[in-house]
């Protein structure tokens, strides 16, 4: 379905001197900047997978979505998608895909959906039966019957975001791109969005590739999960395995009555965090350490109560986005097996 091959993509700036001397120079001499936003990608995705493609800010994320639709063209590497490379923008190929923006929207603001969705029949050469019963099955399903005829404008971000959806699934695409879809979103509209598309998925089997974040997107929908740092590819496996990466960490906490343990330096060589009142303390360990610390714990301070979690996603997710260079030694390690 989607194969990328070593794809890379890097950008050129050029160096302005400062001054209007610096300025004339430039007219005739430009130092240019080159910036790596994707380096030697590899990923393959299979019809019906939703994979989750997640990253902090500068990642490449938005690189990656653009390149795989065809809004920019790679600067190294092979890429297919449904059998279509994106850069040449065929009619078939936009025809098998779809993108959503969650703070773009293709719908026109001063006429009602049901408009722009007209517009787009003809664009795609729907058929009107066939178009007809989409409107309905999809409308129905999102529960915005009532608000077709509406003018964009006058609806809320939730209501826009259901219709944005509508609009991106007329023409049946076998990909759907959707980049923050539920950005902004309150709660109830962040599951609604996310039961429609399941269900949409589970009845049409398409192929989904999702940027969030918010994790309770990834973990509602994802079965697979792909990190990208510094435009390198980390993480790429089930959903349930990648906390195996911080070698399952737990957070095991510590009540103390003495606030002076606060500043006994034992801690220091801790990934240890208290609470304001320092008479509690979390500290993150793997398995492997688990039982020597917490031992070694026990038996150094009075200890008034302890309990351990399970690291939450989110949690673990933060960890990744504060230190890359955990998903790339893993990465390493991984290709070295």
């Not at 005739?28 to 019809?47: D, E, G, T």
């Not at 529960?143 to 219709?163: A, F, I, P, Q």
């Not at 989904?208 to 990208?228: E, G, K, N």
């Not at 509690?280 to 301070?301: G, P």
């Amino acid at each position: 379905m989607i194969e990328a091959i070593n794809l890379s993509k890097s950008f050129t700036s050029y160096k302005k001197q400062d001054g209007i001397t610096g300025t004339l120079k430039s007219f005739f001499h430009r130092v240019p900047i080159k910036k790596s936003a994707v380096n030697q990608f590899n990923l393959s995705i299979k019809k019906g997978e939703i994979i989750g493609l997640l990253g902090p800010n500068g990642a490449g994320k938005t690189t990656l979505m653009k390149m795989f639709t065809g809004i920019i063209v790679p600067s190294e590497g092979e890429l297919l998608v449904n059998g279509h490379r994106p850069s040449e923008r065929s009619k078939e190929f936009r025809k098998k895909i779809a993108l959503v923006m969650g703070q773009k929207s293709q719908l026109w603001w001063d006429i009602p959906a049901m408009d722009s969705f007209s517009l787009l029949q003809k664009y795609y050469e729907i058929p009107e039966k066939e178009f007809r019963e989409k409107v309905e099955y999809m409308s129905t399903l999102l529960g915005v019957k009532d608000l077709l005829h509406v003018h964009v404008r006058k609806l809320s971000l939730g209501e826009r975001m259901k219709l944005e959806l509508m609009a991106s699934l007329l023409h049946s695409p076998e990909i759907i791109f959707l980049d923050e879809p539920t950005i902004g979103l309150d709660l109830v509209a962040q599951e609604n969005i996310r039961n429609f598309i399941k269900e949409y998925h589970r009845k049409n089997n398409i192929t989904i590739i999702l940027t969030s974040h918010y994790m309770a997107d990834v973990q509602a929908l994802c079965d697979r999960l792909v990190l990208i740092f510094k435009g390198t590819k980390g993480y790429d496996g089930p959903l349930n395995d990648f906390e195996k990466i911080l070698g399952t960490k737990k957070s095991v906490y510590f009540t103390f009555k003495d606030k002076t343990i606060h500043d006994d330096s034992y801690w220091n060589e801790l990934d240890s965090t208290w609470n304001e009142d320092r008479t509690e303390v979390e500290i993150k360990l793997d398995e492997q350490q688990l039982r020597n610390v917490s031992s070694e714990i026990l038996a150094k301070f009075p200890v008034i109560e302890f309990h351990t979690e399970k690291m939450p996603i989110e949690k673990v997710m933060k960890t990744l986005m504060a230190n890359p260079d955990i998903i790339l030694d893993h990465s390493s390690q991984e290709g070295e097996k």
